[in-house]
């Protein structure tokens, strides 16, 4: 079994950024595609970005390209993502979802059905 647990330190202006954690106990971790997803009230779930170490690939959604990383850390099963110049659309529960697979898949990423082991979820707030 995997435990996924997401954290991350907010309140935070527009323009500012934040680092948020998503580490895992159990099996795989560090075999498996991670992904970071992000639901705002009222909107569906939303793929941000999806990282595998097995083929050193990382898909990032264009509303956040150039502004959203990841890394991993694979001594602590943990993979971060670091969010820089933040805006008020990106307020939002964002989720950490390990996958089935070991790589992301280009056109498949998104999906939420690819991901078996879900994080309960982090707030992040960017206020204007």
């Known amino acids: 079994q995997l435990h996924v647990v997401e954290s991350g330190v907010g309140p935070v202006q527009e323009g500012g950024s934040l680092r948020l954690s998503c580490t895992a106990s159990g099996l795989r971790f560090n075999y498996a595609a991670v992904g970071w997803f992000r639901q705002a009230p009222g909107k569906e779930r939303e793929g941000v970005l999806c990282?595998?170490?097995?083929?050193?690939?990382?898909y990032v959604a264009t509303s956040v390209k150039g502004r959203f990383t990841a890394s991993r850390d694979s001594t602590k099963m943990t993979l971060y993502l670091q969010m820089n110049n933040l805006e008020p659309e990106d307020t939002a529960e964002y989720f950490c979802?390990?996958?089935?697979?070991?790589?992301?898949?280009?056109?498949?990423?998104?999906?939420?059905?690819?991901?078996?082991?879900w994080g309960q979820g982090t707030q992040v707030a960017v206020s204007p």
């Open positions: 979802a390990v996958s089935h697979y070991s790589h992301c898949s280009q056109d498949q990423w998104t999906q939420v059905a690819k991901y078996k082991y």
């Open positions: 990282n595998s170490d097995f083929d050193d690939t990382t």
